[in-house]
């Protein structure tokens, strides 16, 4: 059970540039989402999705665009990568159905991205 | 809109001595609360978490925390820290606004325990 994969762990662009980032889960959990970390400011959720064809904007969508195709996998694109988007980005996922509120978020772990 | 605080930087304990991370939180109704951890170039673990129930919850590493509704508070403990206890503590709430879809973080702690 590999848990959360992301891929790749490091990534350096220029702007202008874009990319996917990959994430999958091989636990079978409806919820995915999207957080990246800043220094001083916690996580914050990019996009997030409760199942297969659903997905939602975050807090801070501008930029990104997701896609949830099948359970396992939630990719995030990076449509014209900008200097603002230098981050650490962290996927994360966790059961659904009744009383999915209660449940802990499993994490992958995170890509680290540097936008010249 | 849900949110939580944690009005820490860091934290510094000596080894063997009673930690505390502190976080305070504000929710429109009953707060669903989790802690994680973070340990360097790793994801986010999970710790703890409180629902319903007893006010203090256990949780993995022989940490717990106190709920305490009147000072909307989630206090993160241990009786004895360690040095492998340093690293970085995240406090967060789910956003009932959104139908709990979402988990709102604090800002972070930084733990670090002295030998």
């Known amino acids: 059970n590999a848990g959360v994969t992301q891929t790749p762990k490091f990534q350096v662009l220029k702007t202008g540039q874009s990319m996917t980032l990959q994430c999958a889960q091989d636990?079978?959990?409806?919820?995915m989402s999207w957080y990246r970390q800043d220094p001083g400011m916690g996580l914050r959720l990019i996009h997030y999705?409760?199942?297969?064809?659903?997905?939602d904007q975050g807090e801070v969508p501008n930029g990104y665009n997701v896609s949830r195709s099948t359970t396992e996998d939630f990719p995030l694109r990076l449509l014209s990568a900008a200097p603002s988007q230098t981050s650490v980005y962290f996927c994360?996922?966790?059961?659904?159905?009744?009383?999915?509120?209660?449940?802990?978020?499993?994490f992958g772990p995170g890509t680290r991205l540097t936008v010249l | 809109a849900q949110s939580v605080a944690q009005p820490e930087d860091q934290v510094n304990v000596a080894e063997g001595n009673p930690l505390t991370v502190k976080c305070t939180y504000s929710v429109s109704g009953n707060p669903y609360l989790f802690w994680y951890v973070q340990y360097p170039n790793r994801g986010l673990q999970f710790l703890l978490k409180?629902?319903?129930?007893?006010?203090l919850v256990k949780g993995s590493y022989g940490f717990e925390a106190e709920f305490n509704k009147s000072q909307t508070s989630f206090h993160l403990k241990k009786p004895s820290a360690l040095v492998s206890d340093s690293a970085l503590y995240f406090c967060?709430?789910?956003?009932?606004?959104?139908?709990?879809?979402?988990?709102?973080f604090g800002t972070g702690t930084r733990l670090l325990v002295s030998p």
């Open positions: 994360a996922s966790s059961y659904g159905g009744q009383g999915y509120g209660y449940n802990e978020q499993f």
């Open positions: 409180y629902i319903t129930g007893d006010n």
């Open positions: 967060a709430v789910r956003d009932m606004d959104t139908g709990f879809q979402k988990l709102v």
């Open positions: 636990m079978n959990h409806e919820y």
């Open positions: 999705s409760v199942g297969a064809g659903i997905t």
